[in-house]
């Protein structure tokens, strides 16, 4: 299978503890994205890679979120001190990096924190 | 960024036409209009994207008014595995492919 690929698939965790979620993106593509998606809404954009360089960074990714992206490949999503309210699902896309290249979806990764 | 409106939820018989309206009367000229689907519990999927021109693909066509005001998701013959979740995204310029979805319409394909 060549598409994007997430790890874990789910992932519950205690309120406080620290998560890392992985993204494997199409292995031709530039682009790197992380979302957030909760219950009943569409996905909301938090990150932007290019490469190894994060170019792009939304209000919702508090200092507890970081994202990296070291060697322009694989992508880890690390969430300290998680919260209840950090229950949703990750997604991770990736696109080649041309104008209006689409983007493919990973099939993300679901966390509960209790 | 160019806002795009949606009906909540509709219903399409098995086999026939599903038409996805959308709305999108702030669209400027060099924004496109990209088609995503999310079946349940699984990650969104890139259906078509188009400019001006009519587009089809090997999953649906795409119809955007001569104003580019709106535009029609068509999937030709529903199936029940087209049950889904779709969204009408306008893509802002210098965006670098950044997607922002909207509520999107649930397309529930009835037998």
């Known amino acids: 299978d060549t598409g994007v690929s997430q790890n874990p698939r789910h992932k519950i965790t205690k309120r406080g503890q620290n998560v890392t979620f992985r993204c494997d993106p199409i292995?031709?593509?530039?682009?790197l994205y992380w979302y957030r998606q909760t219950l009943g809404q569409g996905p909301e954009f938090l990150t932007y890679?290019?490469?190894?360089?994060?170019?792009?960074k939304s209000r919702l990714l508090s200092d507890r979120f970081s994202a990296e992206r070291p060697k322009g490949s694989f992508s880890t999503l690390e969430i300290q001190r998680t919260e209840q309210g950090d229950s949703a699902m990750y997604l991770c896309?990736?696109?080649?990096?041309?104008?209006?290249?689409?983007?493919?979806f990973g099939q993300g990764t679901r966390l509960t924190v209790v | 960024d160019a806002k795009t409106t949606q009906p909540t939820s509709m219903d399409c018989a098995e086999g026939r036409a599903a038409n996805l309206p959308c709305n999108h009367s702030?669209?400027?000229?060099?924004?496109?209009v990209y088609w995503y689907r999310q079946i349940h519990s699984q990650g969104p999927q890139y259906i078509i994207h188009?400019?001006?021109n009519n587009e089809t693909n090997e999953m649906a066509s795409l119809i955007i008014t001569e104003d580019r005001k709106s535009s029609t998701l068509i999937l030709p013959h529903a199936t029940l595995r087209d049950t889904a979740v779709y969204y009408c995204?306008?893509?802002?310029?210098?965006?670098?492919?950044?997607?922002?979805f909207g509520q999107g319409t649930t397309l529930q394909v009835k037998p």
């Open positions: 896309a990736s696109s080649y990096d041309r104008g209006n290249a689409e983007a493919f």
């Open positions: 292995s031709e593509h530039n682009r």
């Open positions: 890679f290019q490469n190894e360089a994060q170019l792009e």
């Open positions: 702030t669209i400027s000229g060099n924004e496109y």
């Open positions: 188009g400019l001006k």
């Open positions: 995204i306008v893509r802002p310029p210098l965006a670098r492919g950044k997607l922002i």
